[in-house]
T-cell receptor
Framework: DAGVIQSPRHEVTEMGQEVTLRCKPI?????LFWYRQTMMRGLELLIY????????DSGMPEDRFSAKMPNASFSTLKIQPSEPRDSAVYFC??????????FGSGTRLTVV | AQSVAQPEDQVNVAEGNPLTVKCTYS??????LFWYVQYPNRGLQFLLK??????LVKGSYGFEAEFNKSQTSFHLKKPSALVSDSALYFC????????????FGAGTRLFVKA
């Protein structure tokens, strides 16, 4: 298996623009997690899905953030409109049974 | 509320010496505990987990961790460090009653000197 695949690896965008981050989980995994990593706040869980259903989105910072999982092999995290403080590395992770996650390589987002 | 603490920002070890990266946790129920490693510009890699059973858990790359319920600790250890072990290490905890919301520590940077 290729592991968790995220795209793009790097994204630079202007403030106010819409940003969409993409994730393909490992086949057969039933949990998918979106995390954000910054120097100041460390690794934060934003939202997670079980069997494509959002279970806990209490970590989503604002209404500007939204996440979808239309099927078992694809998820998106969207920020609209983006702001400079959204600059971070965003990780997607998947697991089977919710224990011991496998992380993607991350998307480094820079909002200028 | 669950929380996890990694008291050391950085640990320095000479190659061949044993290493310990400390972690303490707080949960309301039985803990699920994890260690992850992150190399530069990479995602986190799962090392090992404790769910139940033997307090000494063995994981990838020769790492192990000891669960100590009375001290609420889950320290990561390796008998002989390698230069290639230099990376950022994260301890994480999940409360069995809290769904699958996993809380990560701030991370400890390990430097292994040749």
């Amino acid at each position: 298996d290729a592991g968790v695949i995220q795209s793009p690896r790097h994204e630079v965008t202007e403030m106010g623009q819409e940003v969409t981050l993409r994730c393909k989980p490992i086949s057969g995994h039933d949990y998918l997690f979106w995390y954000r990593q910054t120097m100041m706040r460390g690794l934060e869980l934003l939202i997670y899905f079980n069997n494509n259903v959002p279970i806990d989105d209490s970590g989503m910072p604002e209404d500007r953030f939204s996440a979808k999982m239309p099927n078992a092999s694809f998820s998106t995290l969207k920020i609209q409109p983006s702001e400079p403080r959204d600059s971070a590395v965003y990780f997607c992770a998947s697991s089977r049974g919710g224990v011991g996650s496998y992380f993607g390589s991350g998307t480094r987002l820079t909002v200028v | 509320a669950q929380s996890v603490a990694q008291p050391e920002d950085q640990v320095n070890v000479a190659e061949g010496n044993p290493l310990t990266v400390k972690c303490t946790y707080s949960v309301s129920g039985n803990p699920y505990l994890f260690w992850y490693v992150q190399y530069p510009n990479r995602g986190l890699q799962f090392l090992l987990k404790y769910i139940t059973g033997d307090n000494l858990v063995k994981g990838s790359y020769g790492f192990e961790a000891e669960f100590n319920k009375s001290q609420t600790s889950f320290h990561l250890k390796k008998p002989s460090a390698l230069v290639s072990d230099s990376a950022l290490y994260f301890c994480a905890v999940r409360d069995e009653t809290g769904g699958f919301k996993t809380i990560f520590g701030a991370g400890t940077r390990l430097f292994v000197k040749a």
